[in-house]
């Protein structure tokens, strides 16, 4: 009976290097969002996905930014060539389908670019 | 697309006493509200929500009013205790289509004791 699982908790990374931020939703849930939170700040939406639709990726802050989803399990949330302003916390959230059901979230990734 | 404001941005109020944060929202076909509750180190967590064809909704202490000819809804918590202090998120969307989440900015509610 787990709940929304973002792994790792913490990442640290230096200037440049690329990143890999997961996903795991609760099981069964076909809707799947990505959101940006800087200190102290609001949710930034990322990117959405829906079952096999094609995803939602508005919310995207540059082509360094990309994630994938397989099916309506876990997903990947990549940053190449990190900078220091992307050192936020990252999370992630999932809901049973589309609208208007409750969103549950994980308890994101901070990510440290130094 | 859909854009929500919200208001204020931070929130002081005595244990016991009322708090009332509101939201504005710009897409009339948005039909359900929701507002999460965000604790320190914490992702968000439902609290409460409202559909567009009701104008009121009470849990305890929670309540959630909304008026969709002026496009604003609000949360109302009553007898504030300590372990409402958090940041609060308002939302706006369409419920059964494939619609992302916006969230307005945040309220920063601290309850003085």
């Known amino acids: 009976g787990a709940g929304v699982s973002q792994s790792p908790s913490n990442k640290v990374t230096e200037k440049g290097k690329d990143v890999e931020l997961r996903c795991d939703p609760i099981?069964?849930?076909?809707?799947l969002y990505w959101y940006r939170q800087r200190l102290g700040q609001g949710l930034e939406f990322l990117i959405y996905?829906?079952?096999?639709?094609?995803?939602?990726k508005s919310g995207l802050p540059s082509d360094r930014f990309s994630a994938e989803r397989t099916g309506e399990s876990v997903s990947t949330l990549t940053i190449q060539r990190t900078q220091q302003e992307d050192s936020a916390v990252y999370l992630c959230?999932?809901?049973?389908?589309?609208?208007?059901?409750?969103?549950?979230f994980g308890q994101g990734t901070r990510l440290t670019v130094v | 697309g859909e854009n929500v404001e919200q208001h204020p941005s931070t929130l002081s109020v005595q244990e016991g006493d009322s708090a009332v944060i509101k939201c504005t929202y710009s897409d009339s076909a948005s039909n359900y509200f929701p507002w999460y509750k965000q604790e320190l180190g914490k992702g968000p967590q439902l609290i409460i929500d409202?559909?567009?064809?009701?104008g009121e909704k009470k849990d305890q202490r929670i309540a959630v009013t909304l008026n969709k000819t002026a496009k604003h809804f609000s949360l109302h918590i009553t007898e504030t205790q300590p372990e409402d202090s958090a940041v609060y998120f308002c939302a706006a969307l369409r419920y059964s289509s494939a619609s992302k989440i916006i969230f307005g900015s945040g309220t920063r509610l601290s309850i003085r004791p």
């Open positions: 099981s069964g849930h076909t809707a």
């Open positions: 996905f829906q079952g096999n639709s094609a995803p939602d």
């Open positions: 409202i559909r567009s064809n009701v």
């Open positions: 959230a999932s809901s049973l389908r589309q609208g208007d059901t409750e969103a549950f």
